[in-house]
């Protein structure tokens, strides 16, 4: 029997372990073919682009994603956009089976007054700045304020105001932005502040995340210890508390009353403090808050107000996918039935599921929806795939041409104690890729 042919479009790690799914199903007579196709010249996703420099091991997962890569029936389609070099209903009439692996790329908005001022900067923008994604690498950021406030108590903002609180030398040995460490090095902020509009049981942040947090070396960082005790005081009174919180919460109360260093940078956690308005002229200077309250479970605003005074604010609030024509986005997902999307067309990943879960997540909920495609599979189709789709001179980076991206970046990094120096700009990349 015929290779099922399946193009995947997105080479972050739901888009790879996708493929790995299909490759663990192949038996004598189920075989398959793998195009995934990626916007960027350099695939990775999130794991290149998203997981911070300072967290290196999150990123030796790539080696699982090169070795699905190295498995035969697999190719790479690097530097193809989708509804620009490539449209979905031409792949779906190339191919059995469509998944959009396309993540959650738009930062969501508080949609609060100032939201759109100068030096107001969504995660969605900061975090690949400073990863080097080759779209973000002019991104106007100022960090010449004492302060900054980082909205929103999830691992995002943890990311964020992290890499804005430590000494940046820390992240000399990392693959860090050239341009950004360069800015991190010139950074006046050494007051980093987190704001979660709810309590500290609802904090979206992870138990190892916090815990990183007491391990910083130049950087003290300050929880209220009364938030924490009146945090377990309303858990108390709900009954049982799940593993994940209390270790959480503990992991918070620690951090509270662990002893500070007198350092001069510091990085402090509120909570109930919900964005009212950002002022400033032109460019942000304070942040108004109002003081929430938890009350019989409900968070609700006091009516009290306080205000920061802060040069910097980023937002780290989730994140939405972006649409695509023929495509319905629903509570920032791809409108989807257990990754099902329609006639051949599937999703994975953050597109299909919202912005949760970590990299690991991505493994079984890209499973599960390789099953359903296998059961909802027909005979299999005798067309040509891709290269019927793209024009005869579309610059393709391949397997082969992201490998020798990633050596000489390596080497790059070799020369200078770093896992590797990232090339931010889009037509070297393509250079280096497509070189002989
Ligand atoms: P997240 O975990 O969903 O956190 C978003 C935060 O934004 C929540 O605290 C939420 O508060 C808050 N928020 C939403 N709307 C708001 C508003 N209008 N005003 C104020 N606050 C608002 O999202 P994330 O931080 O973007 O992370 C996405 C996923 O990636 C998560 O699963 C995360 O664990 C994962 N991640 C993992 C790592 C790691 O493992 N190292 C690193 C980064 C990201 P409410 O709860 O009140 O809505």
């Known amino acids: 029997m015929p290779a099922y042919k399946v193009a995947i479009v997105g080479a972050g790690p739901a888009g790879y372990f996708t493929a790995q799914a299909f490759q663990n199903a192949q038996t004598e007579d189920l075989t398959f073919t793998i195009d995934m196709i990626e916007r960027l010249p350099t695939p990775w996703g999130l794991v290149r682009s998203g997981v911070a420099p300072d967290h290196q091991k999150i990123k030796t997962v790539s080696k699982v994603f090169e070795k699905i890569a190295k498995t035969e029936g697999f190719r790479l389609f690097a530097n193809v956009e989708l509804g620009k070099d490539i449209l979905l209903k031409d792949l779906r009439g190339q191919y059995d089976a469509v998944v959009l692996a396309t993540g959650s790329s738009k930062g969501r908005k508080l949609g609060i007054p100032g939201e759109e001022m100068a030096n107001c900067i969504s995660s969605a923008e900061f975090v690949p700045w400073y990863n080097a994604h080759p779209s973000y690498a002019d991104l106007a950021v100022d960090l010449s ?73 130049n ?68 942040v108004i808050f109002t003081t929430n309250e938890v009350k019989n479970g409900n968070v609700i605003a006091t009516g009290k107000i306080f205000t920061i005074k802060a040069g910097l604010v980023v937002t780290a609030v989730g994140y939405d996918s972006l649409g695509y024509p023929g495509l319905k986005i629903e509570n920032g997902k791809i409108a989807n039935i257990a990754g099902h999307v329609g006639d051949n067309l599937y999703t994975v990943g953050w597109a299909k599921r919202g912005s949760n879960g970590v990299i690991g997540t991505n493994k079984s909920d890209s499973a599960g929806v390789v099953d359903l495609i296998i059961k909802n599979l027909k005979e299999p189709k005798l067309n040509k795939g891709i290269n ?44 280096l890729g497509t070189s002989l």
């Not at 995340?209 to 391990?215: A, H, N």
């Not at 956690?269 to 032109?282: M, Q």
């Not at 789709?389 to 391949?398: A, M, N, P, T, Y």
């Not at 000489?408 to 393509?430: C, F, Q, Y």
């Open 388 to 431: 019927s789709l793209l024009k005869s001179r579309h610059e393709v980076i391949d397997q082969l041409g992201w490998e020798k991206i990633n050596a000489s970046e390596v080497i790059a990094g070799e020369l200078v104690g770093k896992p590797r120096v990232k090339e931010v700009d889009w037509k070297r990349l393509i250079s």
């Open 145 to 217: 304020c004492e302060t900054a406030v980082v909205i929103g108590a999830g691992n995002v903002a943890m990311d964020v105001a992290r890499l804005l609180a430590i000494d940046p030398t820390e992240l000399d040995p990392t693959d860090t932005a050239e341009h950004a460490l360069v800015k991190f090095k010139e950074s006046k902020i050494r007051k980093v502040i987190i704001c979660g509009r709810r309590g500290a049981e609802h904090a979206a942040f992870t138990a190892p995340e916090l815990r990183g947090l007491s391990k910083l070396e």
């Open 219 to 286: 950087t003290d960082v300050y929880i209220d210890q009364e938030q924490i005790k009146q945090a377990y005081i309303r858990i108390d009174n709900l009954g049982e508390m799940e593993k994940e919180l209390k270790d959480n919460l503990e992991a918070m109360r620690l951090i509270a009353k662990h002893q500070k260093k007198g350092m001069d940078r510091s990085l402090e956690i509120k909570f109930l403090a919900a964005p009212k308005e950002i002022c400033g002229d032109g460019k942000v200077e304070e």
